[in-house]
Every structure is written in structure tokens, then in C-alpha cells.
């Protein structure tokens, strides 16, 4: 069974920053080699859920979104199962909660949209005060 649990969400002022992780469980080191690629979203009150990056097992490539380049770095752990957000310079509208998503059988997911996703986790908190 394929579970993703993430953690690292809180409250900071405007200017701090937060690191988030995603831990993920239930795929087999076969398909880490063909390709996982997990993702972060967010979705703050009243508003759609937004991709923001994500990143292949297959081999370490990333993607993001124009509105977090420069702030938010996208990194995996040596054993592939935990995905992290470092979140800098954080802002009052990156409040939201945030969600790591897993695809596979895939070496890159070019349109962080929801539907190219498999898996999700049920998320954390970020709320950043002004």
C-alpha cells in the first residue's frame, strides 16, 4: 500500500522559512529505477490547488513553478523515499496546506497539474504572518 505522510508545516513570520518533508512508502526499489517523480502543491482558503515542483527518482531532475522559483529548493533524501521543500523567504500569501503527490512509471511530470499524480498525503499546515 502506498502511503505518503507529510510534516514540517507551523507558523513563521513573512521572511522566514520552513522545510518540508514527504515521506513515502510502498513502491519497490524497481520502481524507484523506472522513475517516481513526487510533487508538492498547496491550496490556501478558497482557492484551487496549485502545483509548485517536483522531482524524478529516475535521475534527480526537478521542475517548478514560476511563482516559488528562487525560493523553494526541491531535494530528495540518499534513499529516495523522503522528499523535502525547503521553503525560504516565505511570504503571507504562501499560506496553505501543502501536499506531497506521487506519479510512477514516469521519469518527469512537465505540468504540475493534479491529475498527473497517483498518490496523495493528506498534508500540513503552513501559515506565514505578516
Known amino acids: 500500500e502506498v502511503q505518503l505522510v507529510e510534516s514540517g508545516g507551523g507558523s513563521v513570520q513573512a521572511g522566514g522559512s520552513l522545510r518540508l518533508s514527504c515521506l513515502v512508502s510502498?513502491?519497490?526499489?524497481?520502481?524507484?529505477?523506472?522513475?517516481?517523480?513526487t510533487g508538492w502543491f498547496r491550496q490556501a482558503p478558497g482557492k484551487e490547488r496549485e502545483g509548485l515542483s517536483c522531482?524524478?527518482?529516475?535521475?534527480?531532475?526537478?521542475n517548478y513553478a514560476d511563482s516559488v522559483k528562487g525560493r523553494f529548493t526541491i531535494a530528495s533524501g540518499s534513499a529516495k523515499t523522503a522528499v523535502y521543500l525547503q521553503m525560504n523567504n516565505l511570504k503571507p500569501e504562501d499560506t496553505a496546506v501543502y501536499y506531497c503527490?506521487?506519479?510512477?512509471?514516469?521519469?518527469?511530470?512537465?505540468?504540475?497539474?493534479?491529475?498527473?499524480?497517483?498518490?496523495w498525503g493528506k498534508g500540513t499546515l503552513v501559515i506565514v504572518s505578516s
Open positions: 522531482i524524478s527518482s529516475y535521475d534527480g531532475s526537478t
Open positions: 503527490a506521487v506519479t510512477y512509471g514516469t521519469q518527469m511530470v512537465v505540468e504540475l497539474e493534479e491529475n498527473e499524480f497517483d498518490y
Open positions: 510502498g513502491f519497490t526499489d524497481y520502481d524507484y529505477t523506472k522513475g517516481i517523480v
